[in-house]
C-alpha cells in the first residue's frame, strides 16, 4: 500500500532475535522500526510518535496487559499489533481489552508469523484516518457539545451494506460524525458517552433521525434500506412509534424501508417499556435490529420476546474469525440463531475477501466493512453505488 510517509514502528518483544527479524521485515515494507526486549528500553524508547506497536503480550517484568494499560494511561495514538505463540483465547481477551481502552487493534500476529501476514496488518492502518480523528488526549465537554449543535458541527455518513451472494448494495447505515472547527474530527466513542450522560443524546438522535429521513426521502426511489442507530436512553418515550411514523409519512417514506438498530444492553432495564415501543415500532412495519450482538449480556429469553427481525455480528468478532476459532464460533452460532427465530443476519466489520467469503459460504445474508466500503458523505454514495 502506497503512503503518504513511512509507519513508525516499534516491536517489543523479549526474545531480542524475534524483535529484530520483525524490526527488520517492517522495515524491508517500507516502513521505519525499533524493537526493544525489556520493560527499561520499552518506557525510554516510548513517544506518541509511533504510529503502531508490534506487542508481544507474554514479556517479563511488564507484561503486555500492563503495557495495554500504559498506553491507555498515557493516552497513547498508536494502533496496536497484538503477537504471540500462545494461547489464542488470551489474545482475543486482550484484543478485547484494548479496544475496550480506545486503542485501535489492527489484529493478532501469530507466531511462527509470515511477512505477507506482517504486511496485511500494516497495511489495514489508515494513516490519514488517524492523523484526523481526535484522540481521548482531550475529553470533549458538554458545553462544546452544546454548541457544536448550534453550530450545526454534527452530520451524517453512510456506510452501504451489500447482499453477500450477489455483491448487490441492499442499504446503507447512517453514522454520526462531529467535525470541530479546531480539534477536526472527534470519534462517536468520545462523545456518545457524553451525551447519554449529560442528556444531549435525545437532541443527537432528533438530529440523525432528521438528517437521515431527510436524505432518504431523496433516496425513496432507490432499492435499499436506511439503518438509523437509537440510544437505548433515547427508547423510553412511548409516543416514539407514532412519532416516527408521522416523520415517514410526511417525507413519504415507506416505514419498511427504515430499520432501527439497538444495541443488546438496551434489553437489560425495563424490558417492558422497550418490549411495548418496540413492538409498537414493528407493528407499525419498521424494521428493528440488535446491533453488536455477541457484546452484551442479554438473555435468550429476552432475544425471542422482543420482535426483532435482523441481527448483526460484532465487528470485534467478524475482524479475527479468520483466525480466531472462539470468534468463528460466535459467528456460526449467531446466523444459526438468528435464522432459527426467522431474522437475517448483517456481519460488520468484513476487512478482506476471505472473511468476505467465510461469511458468504456459512449463510450470512449480508455485510458491511472497508473489504466492501468505507463510511462517505451521500453525495459519493449516490454517484458510486446508487446511480
Known amino acids: 500500500m502506497s503512503r503518504a510517509r513511512p509507519l513508525n514502528v516499534l516491536i517489543i518483544d523479549d526474545e531480542a532475535d524475534m524483535g529484530e527479524f520483525v524490526a527488520d521485515a517492517t522495515n524491508a ?150 467535525q470541530h472547527p479546531t480539534r477536526g474530527l472527534i470519534h462517536p466513542s468520545l462523545f456518545i458517552p457524553l451525551a447519554e450522560k449529560s442528556g444531549l443524546i435525545n437532541q443527537l438522535t432528533e438530529l440523525v433521525l432528521e438528517q437521515a429521513l431527510g436524505q432518504m426521502a431523496k433516496w425513496r426511489d432507490k432499492d435499499i434500506t436506511m439503518s438509523i442507530n437509537v440510544s437505548p436512553t433515547t427508547v423510553v418515550d412511548l409516543d416514539m412509534p407514532e412519532k416516527l411514523d408521522a416523520m415517514t409519512a410526511a417525507l413519504e417514506i415507506a416505514p419498511e424501508k427504515i430499520v432501527i438498530e439497538l444495541t443488546e444492553t438496551a434489553l437489560m432495564e425495563n424490558v417492558s417499556l422497550y418490549m411495548d415501543i418496540l413492538t409498537r415500532l414493528r407493528m407499525k412495519r419498521f424494521n428493528l435490529s440488535i446491533d453488536d450482538f455477541g457484546t452484551g449480556y442479554s ?73 466492501m466500503a468505507r463510511p462517505a458523505p451521500a453525495h459519493e454514495i449516490e454517484e458510486l453505488y446508487l446511480s
Open 29 to 178: 515494507l517500507g516502513n521505519i522500526a525499533i524493537a526493544v526486549s525489556d520493560a527499561d528500553d520499552f518506557v525510554r524508547a516510548y513517544s506518541t510518535a509511533f504510529d503502531v506497536i508490534i506487542l508481544d503480550l507474554f514479556m517479563p517484568k511488564l507484561d503486555g496487559i500492563e503495557i495495554i494499560r500504559f498506553l491507555h494511561e498515557n493516552r497513547s495514538p498508536a494502533s496496536l499489533i497484538l503477537m504471540s505463540g500462545k494461547d489464542k483465547s488470551i489474545l482475543h481477551a486482550a484484543s478485547e481489552l484494548a479496544t475496550e481502552r480506545n486503542i485501535e487493534v489492527l489484529g493478532v500476529l501469530e507466531k511462527p508469523f509470515t511477512i505477507d501476514r506482517l504486511e496485511q496488518l500494516l497495511d489495514k492502518f489508515a494513516l490519514p484516518r488517524q492523523k484526523t480523528v481526535e484522540t481521548p488526549s482531550i475529553a470533549p465537554t458538554e458545553s462544546g457539545m452544546r454548541r457544536g449543535i448550534a453550530n450545526h458541527e454534527f452530520f451524517l455518513v453512510y456506510q452501504p451494506q451489500f447482499e453477500l451472494a450477489t455483491g448487490k448494495v441492499i442499504g446503507v447505515e447512517a453514522l454520526l460524525r462531529w
Open 299 to 371: 438473555s435468550m429469553q429476552q432475544l425471542v420476546r422482543v420482535p426483532f427481525n435482523e441481527l448483526k455480528i460484532d465487528q470485534s468478532f467478524v475482524r479475527q474469525l479468520i483466525k480466531d476459532e472462539e470468534c468463528r464460533a460466535v459467528a456460526q452460532m449467531s446466523v444459526s440463531l438468528a435464522h432459527g427465530l426467522n431474522m437475517q443476519v448483517v456481519a460488520e466489520g468484513i476487512e478482506d475477501q476471505e472473511t468476505f467469503d467465510w461469511l458468504k459460504e456459512l449463510g450470512c445474508e449480508f455485510g458491511q466493512g472497508f473489504h
